[in-house]
């Protein structure tokens, strides 16, 4: 069941090949959490998204209101009898036409929605452990901080630590510093300093991101920096942690021969599901 343009469909939505998403990853998407028939931190998905399509010049519809995205995510939750708790992927791709160049910027939305087993955040895996990917780099560009259709980068490097077997692993950029991970932004804890990376350096521009500095900065005796991370300050580091909307925060327990603590993490975790549940 989706739902394609307003219209809830009850089979899969079958696209054709001439898809501009399909062909030329033209599309930006967004990954939401739904609790209690309520989408967590929806504002700043909708702002993030707008952005997004005014960057990459898409045509904007006049009835792409907060209010209007919102009504049509939790009618198709509904529908499916999972508003307790739910995944959803709103996807915008600009209508078919053209090549490179589009014969017009005007767009099409799908929503899919699956149901979550747990309406709060809590730590999946007790042990979680990541690698460096080096094959490929991050490029330090606007374009690099959007969630669009085209993440090839992230998908080669979820093969690599499948296999590898790893949990995830982490990304670089040309400078060879790091700034994410393949599923999600990175925090690093180090001498009572939580640092993640700018945005400016090639790192997703991440509502849970966004969350965690918000959240970390109420926590006594933490200074909350954004600058770069070197892979040697890795093995130095007290805490390693990922975050997303869907998993929350996901420590990282071991980078090669280095271990870590997940104090902060689980503390921040409790901060993070006594904001939802306000």
Do not use: W
Not at 19 to 47: A, M, P, Q, W
């Amino acid at each position: 069941m989706v739902n394609f343009n307003g219209d809830i469909l009850d089979s899969e939505l079958q696209l054709t090949f001439s898809n501009r998403s399909f062909l030329y990853g033209d599309g930006v998407f967004e990954t939401l959490k739904v609790v209690d028939n309520k989408i967590l931190f929806f504002e700043d998905h909708y702002f993030r998204l707008l952005a997004s399509m005014r960057i990459i010049r898409m045509q904007i519809p006049m009835s792409f209101t907060l209010e209007y995205l919102e009504s049509q995510i939790l009618a198709l939750v509904s529908r499916q009898n999972i508003s307790n708790s739910a995944r959803v992927r709103l996807t915008v791709f600009r209508n078919e036409g053209g090549y490179y160049s589009p014969l017009d910027n005007s767009v099409s939305f799908v929503i899919q929605a699956s149901e979550l087993q747990n309406k709060l955040y809590s730590i999946q895996n007790e042990s979680f452990e990541v690698d460096l990917y080096k094959d490929f780099v991050v490029t330090k560009q606007l374009l690099s901080t959007l969630k669009t259709n085209n993440k090839i980068i992230q998908i080669t490097a979820s093969i690599f630590a499948q296999e590898n077997q790893l949990d995830s692993c982490l990304l670089i950029n040309e400078d060879k510093n790091v700034i994410e991970a393949t599923n999600g932004n990175l925090f690093m804890l180090m001498n009572n300093q939580l640092i993640t990376p700018p945005i400016s350096h090639g790192c997703l521009n991440g509502i849970m991101r966004k969350q965690t500095l918000k959240l970390a900065k109420e926590i006594e005796n933490v200074e909350v920096i954004e600058k770069e991370i070197s892979p040697f300050d890795l093995q130095k580091a007290d805490e390693l942690f990922i975050t997303n909307v869907i998993v929350g925060i996901q420590p990282i327990t071991k980078y090669r021969k280095k271990e870590f603590e997940t104090k902060l993490s689980n503390a921040l975790l409790v901060k993070l599901n006594q904001a939802i549940l306000v």
